[in-house]
Each structure stands twice: as structure tokens, then as C-alpha cells.
T-cell receptor
Framework: KQEVTQIPAALSVPEGENLVLNCSFT??????LQWFRQDPGKGLTSLLL?????REQTSGRLNASLDKSSGRSTLYIAASQPGDSATYLC???????????????FGTGTRLTIIP | NAGVTQTPKFRVLKTGQSMTLLCAQD?????MYWYRQDPGMGLRLIHY???????AKGEVPDGYNVSRLKKQNFLLGLESAAPSQTSVYFC????????????FGPGTRLTVT
């Protein structure tokens, strides 16, 4: 059974710093990995998706990397801002995925606080 | 275009009571899902549906029932609520054309006393 772990559970950093969030998974037979953002009282918003054949994806100040063989992904946030404060979750899809997301496995999330 | 909406936003139930959570999407999505989110557990799939009139069990289906009588609505029912069902419930949807573009509702916080 796939297990996805995110450490640390919470992280506080001063505004302007660069930071890295970690995600690890036990089964390397994944189709892709997705990073989400969750704001308090709201649902999830997709940030980045990395296919298993890719090493990284970038969107603005965000960069996600994937090392499939070692079961790890990182989300790098450059020049952090107070608006980046949220919970960040990663999720993996298995190799035999189809058009749905019923096999998506989520991590427990990292609650990020950017201190002004 | 409201996206995915959930009703109600908050609810407190007593053990043994029943209730139905409503999820509605106006994007004509084929797939819909119900998740629960608990501290330290991540999101876990309860039930899902790949189209009107069809439902399937997810990872943690016990104690819940679902129905998808209309394509835009996905209902989650608790027949006899238990304290273990205290959680935040999220609905999500996607079209089969873009499986990775999932849309999530804002969540329903349910407390069972």
C-alpha cells in the first residue's frame, strides 16, 4: 500500500527566505505527483504536477522536483511571502491510473507560516 | 460558474443521528469524490462516482452511503453518526478529459458528539 509522508508537519520562516518542503512515498511505481495548497476553511488548489518521466516543474516562485527512484519530491518556494502561508499537500497517482483520481494517495501536509 | 459547492459548511450531530451532505458542481464533470480529512491522516477517499447513477467504494467507505442521481450532484449520507466520523469532508470533481485538474469544494466540518 502506498504511503505518503510529509515532514515537517509545520514550518515557520521569516518573510523573504527560500524554503523547501519535503514529500516521500514508499512505492516508486507512480504515474505522477501533484502538489496542492490548502488555505484554512477552503478546499485544495493544485499548484504543480510532475509526470514520472520528469525531474522538475516550475511555476513562478515555485519549483517542484521528483526523484522517483528514491521516492522523494521537494517543493521549493523562493522569496517567501506572507501570502504563501497555507498547508501544502503532495499526492501521488499509481502507474495504473486511469481518467479518474480514485487511487490518489495524499500526504499529511506541511503547515507553512511566513512571518512578516 | 460557482465551481464545487458543499452544503452545509458546519454541522453538529449527536451519536446515532443521520444527515446528508450535498455536493454540487456546475462544470459538467463526470467524476466526483468524497474525502475526509483528519489531523495527521491526510485526505482519504470515502466514495466516488464516475458518472450519473454509478458509485464505488473508496478507502474508508464504512458508515457512509452515497448517491448520484443527477450528474451535477453527489450526496454523502451518514445513517447513524458516530464520534469517529467527526472530520472535515471535502467533495471534488474532474472531467475525464483533464483528470489532473481537480476542483475541490470548501469543505464541511462535521462534529459528532
Amino acid at each position: 500500500k502506498q504511503e505518503v509522508t510529509q515532514i515537517p508537519a509545520a514550518l515557520s520562516v521569516p518573510e523573504g527566505e527560500n524554503l523547501v518542503l519535503n514529500c516521500s512515498f514508499t512505492d516508486s511505481a507512480i504515474y505522477n505527483l501533484q502538489w496542492f495548497r490548502q488555505d484554512p476553511g477552503k478546499g485544495l488548489t493544485s499548484l504543480l504536477l510532475i509526470q514520472s518521466s520528469q525531474r522538475e516543474q516550475t511555476s513562478g516562485r515555485l519549483n517542484a522536483s521528483l526523484d522517483k527512484s528514491s521516492g522523494r519530491s521537494t517543493l521549493y518556494i523562493a522569496a517567501s511571502q506572507p501570502g504563501d502561508s497555507a498547508t501544502y499537500l503532495c499526492a501521488v497517482r499509481p502507474d495504473d491510473t486511469n481518467f479518474g483520481n480514485e487511487k490518489l494517495t495524499f500526504g499529511t501536509g506541511t503547515r507553512l507560516t511566513i512571518i512578516p | 460558474n460557482a465551481g464545487v459547492t458543499q452544503t452545509p459548511k458546519f454541522r453538529v450531530l449527536k451519536t446515532g443521528q443521520s444527515m446528508t451532505l450535498l455536493c454540487a458542481q456546475d462544470m459538467n464533470h463526470e467524476y466526483m469524490y468524497w474525502y475526509r480529512q483528519d489531523p495527521g491522516m491526510g485526505l482519504r477517499l470515502i466514495h466516488y462516482s464516475v458518472g450519473e447513477g454509478t458509485t464505488a467504494k473508496g478507502e474508508v467507505p464504512d458508515g457512509y452511503n452515497v448517491s448520484r442521481l443527477k450528474k451535477q450532484n453527489f450526496l454523502l449520507g451518514l445513517e447513524s453518526a458516530a464520534p469517529s466520523q467527526t472530520s472535515v469532508y471535502f467533495c471534488a470533481s474532474n472531467t475525464f478529459r483533464k483528470a489532473y485538474e481537480q476542483y475541490f469544494g470548501p469543505g464541511t466540518r462535521l462534529t459528532v458528539t
